[in-house]
């Protein structure tokens, strides 16, 4: 059976290349473009056995590996892989790649986790999130893609095929690993892809996400969980796109003004027509302009005489369609001021701006020790949501995954120089929940019980939680004693963990220096 399952599994590794190397021959990329794509491809499919062990939840092979396939065939018609020290380097400062959308293209240089991180930004919508949403439409989307693209390279950063690690230096961007983390244990990987892939906004996935979190752990939860990642959203995208920046405080103080107008109705309704009167005339001058080709032209100079190199406008054909765009946005306008004069629509609306105001409060706080405080309370929402699934967890199946989402959880990267599991504020919780699952566990039998005294099995047991062996089936556990002090040692095969000093164990289960699988 084994023979037969691995020969299955080189028949389906050959597929997958021979499907590649046929749309690469399609494709007018150079040969060390080609080569590198097909060792990308080669060794996520030598390590990631490993993280479908380590993170369980996720996309299968399969999945994984046809929807970089098909990016590479529908979303890129230009790939190039260029040296720093090139003359003709068109990359800019602090950037490792640059991606054109609109017209295919990418350009990165010769690092590999970057190219593929290229292609997974290259595949996404830039809006995920409806426009109803106003601002959050684009910070939350930012803060959803980001991550997945971040989670898409993992395979390749962390794992090799043999061994699990991880430098913070590779992390593209650790606050938002995190917090897509984060969504992913507590919603499902499931969710979360269909939102990421939805074409269409027939189906609000907002709104199926917000009643998804109220469903599994109440109404009290997901409003704190909710809250707390629109709030996370805003300021990581103000902290990272100097654009946003001022747009965001732009719109915050726009949103405060018209509540301060809105106090005064018969003012604020009369400068509603006004406004109307000039949305109009900019529709009218978008018509004329894309409908007229020296117009249009004028127009094309006059844009990128104001853009850097990353942002031009890359041909008259892109600016007319960025014009029927902006013109399509005036339309929408247009229908808004309307319903605004509705006296029904008048309240609806007061309320919605109030809502508004509630979110871009938070630049206030434009320091960005913010984003810490929130962050942080962000992982306490998410381990009280790892309590409930504890409590429901009622079979072996359940509390094996929970095991391993704990143990992969806490060594994510807080920050540069943490991991979750060194973080102070968090240690209180993070123990009360290593003693549910460590007592769920050898309750349910998942987990070898080491010792009848609760305080000695918690400290020897809640080291797996810190250890890197990719399958803990596969690990053993050893007491070690040298002369009056205690080890525990867990390892497997390849891997020997350093020895952890533990108080005087009572009543043990099993005798000092005798090797026990952890696993029952």
């Given at each position: 059976m084994q023979k037969k399952t691995k020969l299955l599994e080189k028949i389906v590794k050959k597929d997958y290349n021979n499907e590649l190397e046929k749309i690469l021959e399609k494709k007018k990329f150079d040969e060390n473009v080609k080569s590198t794509l097909l060792s990308i491809l080669y060794k996520i499919e030598a390590a990631y056995k490993d993280i479908e062990t380590v993170k369980k939840d996720i996309d299968n092979k399969e999945e994984y590996i046809i929807n970089i396939i098909n990016i590479i065939k529908n979303k890129c018609n230009s790939i190039k892989i260029i040296k720093m020290s090139d003359k003709q380097n068109e990359i800019p400062k602090n950037k490792t790649y640059i991606i054109n959308k609109e017209e295919k293209e990418i350009i990165a240089y010769p690092i590999e986790r970057k190219i593929l991180y290229a292609i997974a930004k290259i595949g996404k919508k830039d809006e995920i999130v409806k426009d109803k949403y106003f601002i959050i439409n684009e910070t939350l989307s930012?803060?959803?893609?980001?991550?997945?693209?971040?989670?898409?390279?993992?395979?390749?950063?962390?794992?090799?095929?043999?061994?699990?690690?991880?430098?913070?230096?590779?992390?593209?961007?650790?606050?938002?690993?995190?917090?897509?983390?984060?969504?992913?244990m507590m919603v499902g990987n499931k969710l979360l892809k269909k939102w990421i892939n939805n074409n269409e906004f027939v189906i609000d996935y907002f709104d199926l996400f917000k009643e998804e979190l109220e469903d599994r752990y109440g109404k009290e939860n997901k409003n704190k969980i909710v809250d707390n990642i629109i709030e996370l959203a805003i300021l990581l995208d103000m902290k990272n796109d100097k654009n946003k920046n001022e747009i965001i405080t732009e719109e915050k103080d726009k949103v405060e003004e018209e509540l301060y107008k809105m106090k005064d109705k018969k003012q604020f309704l009369e400068d509603i027509t006004q406004q109307k009167i000039e949305t109009e005339e900019k529709?009218?001058?978008?018509?004329?302009?894309?409908?007229?080709?020296?117009?249009?032209?004028?127009?094309?100079?006059?844009?990128?005489?104001?853009?850097?190199?990353?942002?031009?406008?890359?041909?008259?054909?892109?600016?007319?369609?960025?014009?029927?765009?902006?013109?399509?946005?005036?339309?929408?306008?247009?229908?808004?001021?309307?319903?605004?004069?509705?006296?029904?629509?008048?309240?609806?609306?007061?309320?919605?701006?109030?809502?508004?105001?509630?979110?871009?409060?938070?630049?206030?706080?434009?320091?960005?020790?913010?984003?810490?405080?929130?962050?942080?309370?962000?992982?306490?929402?998410?381990?009280?949501?790892?309590?409930?699934?504890i409590e429901k967890a009622d079979t072996k199946q359940k509390i094996e995954k929970l095991i391993y989402d704990f143990r992969y959880y806490l060594l994510l990267q807080y920050n540069e120089k943490l991991m979750i599991k060194e973080v102070k504020n968090l240690q209180k919780d993070i123990k009360i929940i290593t003693e549910k699952i460590i007592k769920k566990a050898t309750e349910l039998k998942v987990i070898e019980k080491i010792s009848n005294d609760e305080k000695t099995n918690y400290e020897i047991l809640k080291n797996i939680f810190s250890i890197r062996i990719i399958k803990l089936e596969d690990a053993y556990l050893k007491i070690i004693k040298e002369k009056d002090k205690y080890f525990v040692q867990?390892?497997?095969?390849?891997i020997f963990e350093e020895k952890v000093e533990i108080e005087k164990p009572k009543d043990l289960e099993i005798k000092p220096e005798k090797k026990i699988s952890i696993w029952c």
């Open positions: 930012d803060l959803i893609n980001i991550g997945n693209n971040i989670e898409i390279v993992e395979t390749l950063r962390d794992f090799n095929g043999y061994s699990w690690s991880s430098l913070p230096q590779e992390i593209e961007s650790i606050d938002h690993n995190l917090i897509y983390q984060n969504l992913r529709i009218r001058k978008i018509d004329t302009i894309i409908n007229n080709k020296e117009l249009l032209k004028k127009e094309y100079i006059r844009r990128n005489e104001k853009l850097n190199l990353a942002n031009k406008i890359f041909s008259i054909k892109i600016l007319s369609k960025l014009m029927i765009k902006e013109r399509n946005l005036y339309i929408q306008q247009l229908e808004e001021l309307n319903k605004i004069m509705n006296p029904i629509e008048f309240i609806e609306y007061k309320k919605e701006l109030e809502r508004r105001y509630k979110y871009l409060e938070i630049i206030e706080f434009n320091n960005f020790e913010q984003i810490d405080k929130l962050k942080n309370e962000l992982q306490k929402n998410f381990l009280e949501t790892l309590k409930i699934n867990i390892f497997d095969e390849n």
